[in-house]
T-cell receptor, first 112, second 116 residues
């Protein structure tokens, strides 16, 4: 049973650039949520995608956007990167927004 | 709005001793509560969850947690610590099993150190 997978594992960008992170949900899941975990902090909710639409959003600026594909995989896009965007980005999947969320290993983004 | 407070950013116990990690929550509706563990350079693994079925919840790796509404607490315990338990532990709350309107709200985490 395939768990949640994320790519890439690590990424280094410079300020002002744009980045795309990818997530494939656990087999049988159709809902993807994204979280940002800054160093030494707990994860913070960015947004959730279900049926290819953004359903819920946390307190993050419009520079953070996403997409969900028909196969339920998802992308997180961040534009105009800031130093403060350096973090571990976690993807979690669930079924019909109604079951426990299972997390992937994360993508470590470093902005220089 | 919901919130989670984890008392103690670092907890150190001896191998074989009782592990107690504290979590207090704030929620205006009946909460769903979770404990996740994070090993270095890895994602989050679900230890256990409270969904109102039973106040004492048993999880993986010998961990359990007790929901106490009167104390708004959901403390995590394990009778006997093992070296492999050394990790970061996060308590989370939601108004919905699947994350709710604001997703999961996490505490800042407790780093568990096991002394040999």
């Amino acid at each position: 049973d395939a768990g949640v997978t994320q790519s890439p594992t690590h990424l280094i960008k410079t300020r002002g650039q744009q980045v795309t992170l990818r997530c494939s949900p656990k087999s049988g899941h159709d809902t993807v949520s994204w979280y940002q975990q800054a160093l030494g902090q707990g994860p913070q909710f960015i947004f959730q995608y279900y049926e290819e639409e953004e359903r819920q959003r946390g307190n993050f600026p419009d520079r953070f956007s996403g997409h969900q594909f028909p196969n339920y995989s998802s992308e997180l896009n961040v534009n105009a990167l800031l130093l403060g965007d350096s973090a571990l980005y976690l993807c979690a999947s669930s079924l019909k927004r109604a079951t426990t969320q299972y997390f992937g290993p994360g993508t470590r983004l470093t902005v220089l | 709005a919901q919130s989670v407070t984890q008392l103690g950013s670092h907890v150190s116990v001896s191998e074989g001793a009782l592990v107690l990690l504290r979590c207090n929550y704030s929620s205006s509706v009946p909460p769903y509560l979770f404990w996740y563990v994070q090993y270095p350079n890895q994602g989050l693994q679900l230890l256990l969850k409270y969904t109102s079925a039973a106040t004492l919840v048993k999880g993986i790796n010998g961990f359990e947690a007790e929901f106490k509404k009167s104390e708004t607490s959901f403390h995590l315990t394990k009778p006997s610590a093992h070296m492999s338990d050394a990790a970061e532990y996060f308590c989370a709350v939601s108004d919905h099993l699947g994350g709710g309107a604001d997703g999961l709200t996490f505490g800042k985490g407790t780093h568990l150190i096991i002394q040999p």
